[in-house]
Structure formats: C-alpha cells, structure tokens
C-alpha cells in the first residue's frame, strides 16, 4: 500500500468529504490567469473606443490620473510586447580540435573541449553546443557502424 504524504492525504481527504457533502469541489473557481471583473470591463472599453489592447494599455499606463495599481497593471502587461527579451548572441569561437571522423577522435575533441573550458578559453555554453556538434557526429558514426555489423550479419546468416 503507497504512503501517502502529508499533502496526499489531505488533498484525498479534501475529496472525500467535500464532494460528498456538497462544498467545494476540486477545480471549482476561476481558472487561473483569467482575468477579474474590472481588467474585463477594462478591456471591453478598450475594444469600445476602436484601440487595440497595447494601446489601451499604454494609454492607461501614461494617464496620471488612473489609480496606481491600474497604471502598474497596464505597465507589466504592455512590456513584453514593448520591450520584448533580446535573444542571446552568438559568439564565434576558435578551438583547436582533433579529427572527428573516428570514436578516438572525438574522444580526443571532448578532452580539448574540457580542458578550453577550464582554461577559461570558451565559456561552458559555448562549449555546450560544440559538444552536441561533436555528439551528432558520434552518433552518425555509431549508426553507420551499427549498419555495418547487421549487413555483415544478414549476410553470413544461413537462409531460410
């Protein structure tokens, strides 16, 4: 029999009881995210003066004489659109790396990869996506080898 946890066994309790004598159930409320009556009636006279949300919003934000917390509201919904996350740089790196057409090959790449992380040469996300180039190598070459050894196989394999 599984050990229920202190939670488990108040949340299967919760269950129990409740739904039997008519209280809360679970997933009953609002769902999480949707928006509350004011932000709603927000929105709607949004749509009623022919702007769009993010200028809504942005209007909103910039009236002083909104309350605080709307003007912060506006302000944390309008700026992932305004101001989105700039996507990370690409640097180019140069690391001397053995031939990787065999398995002691890339073993000898990983080493020099490891050590230039060390050295402080590369950094360890730079390092990570030499690592999956270097690993999508091993794996071709492991499945070529692979294909190989059942072609020999078939081959020798009396016929039935």
């Known amino acids: ?15 129990r009881t409740l739904a039997k004598v008519g209280g809360a159930r679970m997933g ?8 509350n009556k004011k932000h709603s009636e927000m929105l709607a006279s949004a749509a009623e003066a022919g702007l769009t949300p993010i200028e809504y919003m942005l209007s909103v934000m910039r009236d002083e004489k ?4 709307d003007r912060a509201w506006a302000a944390e919904k309008a700026a992932p659109y ?5 996507s990370p740089i690409a640097n180019r790196i140069e690391i001397e790396l053995p031939d990787t057409s065999t398995i002691e090959g890339i073993t000898q ?8 992380v060390s050295s402080g040469a590369i950094a360890p996300t730079e390092a990570q996506g030499v ?18 050894r059942l072609e020999a196989l078939e081959a020798n394999a009396p016929n039935k």
């Open 28 to 35: 009953a409320g609002r769902p999480k995210g949707a928006l």
């Open 66 to 69: 909104a309350d605080t917390k």
């Open 82 to 86: 305004i101001h989105p996350r700039p």
């Open 109 to 116: 790449a990983m080493a020099a990869i490891t050590k230039a």
């Open 1 to 15: 029999m599984p050990v229920n946890t202190p939670f488990r066994s108040t949340q299967l309790n919760r269950e």
């Open 131 to 148: 690592v999956s180039i270097i690993e999508a190598q091993r794996k071709a070459i492991e499945t070529g080898d692979l294909l190989r």
